[in-house]
């Protein structure tokens, strides 16, 4: 098994480009999830889904958009980048009914 | 907002010694889980504690849950170089079965040689 695989490691954005983050797990996982680490805040939530088709906001929401059309794939979309986006993004994902949550190996941002 | 603070932010130890961490989180929980991050990577689950539960082990690995305090401790004995990494732990609420977490701003462990 790969797990949790994101793409691409590292990326640098102009302030207003748009671009997709791509999360991909073969665990079999229905509960996928995006986080953003900034220096000295821990984890954040952005978005999370339950399964295909179903998606919810996390804490903070503003400026990502998801989609969860299967099982495997769950890609954040920055819609309009911002220098506040600038961060490291992971993707996670569990079983329903376990809280132990699987990580990708995260995405390094940068907007300019 | 983060339900979770740790404590301290920075640890630096000597290879051999014990290292304590203390989370502090705000509301009921279901759970709680520490995690491991080491420096570029991601995070890997290193345990989880129920709110019924008062103390678990793995390994090195020690697990305090004071619910009335609304803390935990981890504690890592006799510590290895390679235990250098920072560590979080995480909270889980509500009744919902899916795990949706809540991560604390964690602890940077340094252990030297």
């Known amino acids: 098994n790969a797990g949790v695989t994101q793409t691409p490691k590292f990326q640098v954005l102009k302030t207003g480009q748009s671009m997709t983050l791509q999360c991909a797990q073969d665990?079999?996982?229905?509960?996928m999830s995006w986080y953003r680490q900034d220096p000295g805040m821990g984890l954040r939530l952005i978005h999370y889904?339950?399964?295909?088709?179903?998606?919810d906001q996390g804490e903070v929401p503003n400026g990502y958009n998801v989609s969860r059309s299967t099982t495997e794939d769950f890609p954040l979309r920055l819609l309009s980048a911002a220098p506040s986006q600038t961060s490291v993004y992971f993707c996670a994902s569990s079983y329903t009914g376990t809280d132990t949550q699987y990580f990708g190996p995260g995405t390094r941002l940068t907007v300019l | 907002s983060q339900q979770g603070e740790e404590d301290p932010q920075a640890l630096s130890i000597q290879e051999g010694e014990n290292a304590t961490m203390n989370c502090s989180y705000k509301t009921s929980i279901n759970n709680l889980q520490w995690y491991r991050q080491n420096s570029g990577r991601g995070l890997v689950h290193l345990i989880l504690i129920r709110s019924n539960e008062r103390e678990k082990h793995s390994g090195r690995l020690r697990v305090t849950l004071d619910t009335s305090k609304k803390s935990s401790s981890l504690l890592i004995t006799a510590s290895r170089a390679a235990d250098t990494a920072s560590y979080f732990c995480a909270t889980k609420s509500g009744g919902t079965s899916y795990g949706k977490l809540t991560f604390g701003q964690g602890t940077i462990l340094t252990v030297h040689p």
């Open positions: 665990m079999n996982h229905e509960y």
């Open positions: 889904s339950v399964g295909a088709g179903i998606t």
